[in-house]
DNA sequence: CCCGGATATATCGCTACGATATGTCTCATG
DNA sequence: CATGAGACATATCGTAGCGATATATCCGGG
């Protein structure tokens, strides 16, 4: 029944599902689309695409890389069967869709599942915060002082964060609801700019 | 040179530090005080403890819980050796010290520290995030567009987390200056109280 | 021409996790 | 008083993912 593991997996089958891509491509994408902190490194990756290779998730297929070279490039791309999971996947709705690490990955995909979907997902995701906002809450009753200066400060630091993760989570629901009513139109919450004044020199 | 893993080795030298204490509350006690989200594993903390045990870091007292009593109870207490190594772990400061999981256990033994040492381990993890912030928005330049919305958000969010994440550390990196200057007054930063008015009900 | 840095693939050892097993103690309720 | 739920307590197993490292090619600048 999925015991996690999973993670990976399906940021991979996301990935390829909007073309054939060579492991360094893979990783360079997964780092920038989550790139805020944790790292995928290709000990994780190339072991996975191994695996997926054979259960036949994806395969292979060794192209030359432009010209005569000997510079060997493997790249990989979805099977019917790997189309499939990623549906599978991206339809779960369950303790898998909002555990910390698969819920990044799982809403970096949302804008290829229906609303109904992501509604779930993001509302489980909360009340899995909010469940730990209130075991913390509930333990600091118990202990109540004791604690020193530092402990407590990144205590609250830590509860904090949490309480505003919840936060967006919640408008990120609203704007869903929102946009089950104005019906197609785009969502006024999410931010689509972002042209920052770049400078665009090719290259130095 | 230390290469990781001392993240759970640190935390339960700190603990053990103020006190003998079982394997149980070890991990309550870890869990409430990093208590924000992961949660420490018996499948980590036991391994751990054997192996403390094996390198004479700390050692192992069965005491008998109470009167005539068949439950055994292993307490722990850190030896001469563990203490001096607390010690040396607290004050290196460098890459070990301001890693994701590690900056967290370092912060919350800062008590035992002094000033100097807090404040290289602040600046440290500050300059960290702020290399990383600089990374994320240097290949956000380059790719520029084609990210979808959802993965755009998550994007935005991430970088605003790690922003809000830099501007506590300066503010702690203040509080430390300012209690440097008014030379051991509690600092005005770090919050005390949060007596909240508890029912204290025993249980329903 | 050669060196450094980006591109690219791959493996090894190990940490820590999550699930699970097993047993004991406490206390409320029937 | 028995009984059973739930806290207390210790422990192990399989495995995912990390970090370091090795190896090799390509490309541009000094």
Do not use: C
């Amino acid at each position: 029944m999925a015991r996690r593991g999973e993670t990976i997996e399906l940021a991979v089958l996301g990935l390829l599902h909007e073309g054939p891509m060579h492991g360094y491509e893979l990783r360079k994408r997964l780092n920038l689309m989550l790139g805020w902190g944790r790292v995928l490194s290709y000990g994780s990756l190339y072991p996975t695409l191994k695996k997926m290779l054979r259960t036949h998730l994806i395969e292979e297929s060794t192209a030359p890389v432009a010209s005569v070279s000997k510079r060997h490039r493997i790249v990989y791309q979805l099977t019917d069967v790997g189309d499939l999971e990623f549906e599978r996947l991206m339809t779960e709705v369950g303790p898998t869709a909002w555990e910390d690490d698969n819920f990044g990955i799982r809403f970096a995909f949302f804008g290829r599942t229906d609303m109904e979907i992501r509604l779930r997902v993001l509302e489980g995701r909360r009340s899995r915060l909010q469940e730990r906002l209130a075991r913390v809450q509930q333990q600091l009753e118990m202990t109540q002082a004791e604690v020193d200066q530092y402990a407590a400060e990144l205590q609250r630091h830590g509860v904090e964060s949490v309480e505003r993760e919840v936060r967006w989570l919640s408008e990120l629901i609203d704007a869903e609801r929102d946009r089950a009513h104005t019906q197609g139109a785009v969502s006024p919450r999410l931010h689509t700019d972002q042209s920052s004044p770049v400078t665009r020199g090719e290259e130095p």
